[in-house]
């Protein structure tokens, strides 16, 4: 078993999480999105994606947010995603470790295209 080298935290700019969802849930998606930009003015919510972007196998939205949003975001994600599936993961630099190593899944985990991403 070889060791592992602990990362601090201090090397996460920001996180990201992404709702995903298809065209049956987009009208449960958007009532999380909209109670979500009220609740949490200071995040940024990206564009709707109506089709898999990047490494995400699934239709999504992104919302971007600074680490002391991390405990509030992830919280409300948990307790009101209504069965949409949530990825969460930090910003590092490392963009192939912060999907495949330091991910959160609320939901099923989904299979990643990871080959998009740069280490």
Not at 79 to 91: A, S
Request: charged fraction near 20%; hydrophobic fraction near 45%; include cysteine.
């Amino acid at each position: 078993m070889s060791v592992v080298r602990m990362k601090p935290v201090s090397e996460i700019e920001n996180y990201h999480a992404h709702v995903y969802y298809d065209a049956a849930c987009k009208p449960a998606a958007a009532a999380l999105r909209q109670e979500m930009e009220a609740e949490f003015p200071d995040a940024v919510f990206g564009r709707w994606h109506d089709r898999p972007v990047g490494p995400h196998p699934d239709w999504s939205f992104q919302i971007a947010f600074k680490a002391d949003l991390f405990q509030p975001i992830v919280s409300y994600l948990a307790l009101n995603r209504g069965g949409l599936v949530v990825f969460v993961h930090p910003q590092t630099g490392d963009s192939l470790a912060d999907h495949r190593d330091h991910a959160i899944w609320m939901g099923a985990v989904r299979p990643l295209a990871l080959g998009t991403l740069n280490s």
